[in-house]
């Protein structure tokens, strides 16, 4: 029987409209388990840019021009992927649907971080989920991922931390009070007042959004 094999999938995105669901791939990265990046890829959107979201994504007029394909991309990924693939990530469903991907043919299994992580918070009597920012930052070290991503950063991360802390119950529970415990920093949309050239970025505060796209949960 053929061993597990995990991969940490993150996907950038600029956006294609004033909608915070108005967005296109502009970047791919995919590291494996033992930390190497195996993948990294430029996407030139297909649709005319609205806003780059540079201080989000780094990406300025002109870096894809030269990019690939969104759909060779995705032909790429699928070679590296399998039913033995355990894909990890932050949110990993929305990269799946980014990539087209289908279960049990291109992945067998998903860990989500923001729900490996999730604590709950006696004060609130609720749970608190967390950016992977803040897990990064907080638990792997200070400084790792700022406001501008990368997407090979940010799989790297991923990685460490499932590597870190997956299958350790006693160690997982420690993490997740130091999540609780540390300070979380505003976060990029926040300081904004979640909007960046005219761009909605409240897909989660449906109390912030002003373009009238259905808002997401955590």
Not at 11 to 16: L, P, Q, Y
Not at 49 to 77: C, F, K, W
Not at 125 to 143: C, K, M, V
Not at 167 to 191: C, H, I, T, W, Y
């Amino acid at each position: 029987m053929a061993s597990k094999r995990y991969l940490s999938v993150d996907v950038e995105c600029v956006a294609t409209g004033r909608r915070h669901d108005d967005r296109d791939v502009c970047f791919v990265a995919i590291v494996d388990q033992h930390e190497k990046v195996i993948l990294k890829k430029a996407i030139k959107p297909e649709k005319p840019v609205v806003s780059y979201l540079t201080p989000l994504t780094g990406v300025r007029e002109g870096d894809l021009d030269s990019g690939d394909s969104l759909s060779s991309v995705i032909a790429e990924v699928k070679k590296l992927l399998g039913p033995d693939v355990t894909l990890v990530g932050q949110g990993i469903k929305n990269d799946i649907k980014w990539l087209q991907l289908k279960e049990g043919e291109d992945y067998g299994e998903r860990v989500d971080l923001g729900e490996m992580f999730k604590a709950y918070n006696a004060r609130y009597r609720s749970y608190n989920f967390f950016s992977l920012s803040h897990e990064a930052n907080t638990l792997l070290h200070s400084g790792m991922i700022s406001d501008q991503h990368d997407p090979a950063t940010d799989a790297l991360a991923s990685i460490k931390l499932f590597n870190k802390y997956h299958g350790n119950p006693q160690l997982l529970e420690s993490a997740k009070q130091r999540l609780l415990s540390a300070r979380v920093p505003a976060s990029f949309a926040k300081r904004n007042n979640f909007r960046w050239e005219g761009v909605c970025m409240a897909a989660y505060r449906p109390d912030k959004c002003f373009c009238g796209a259905p808002t997401l949960k955590t």
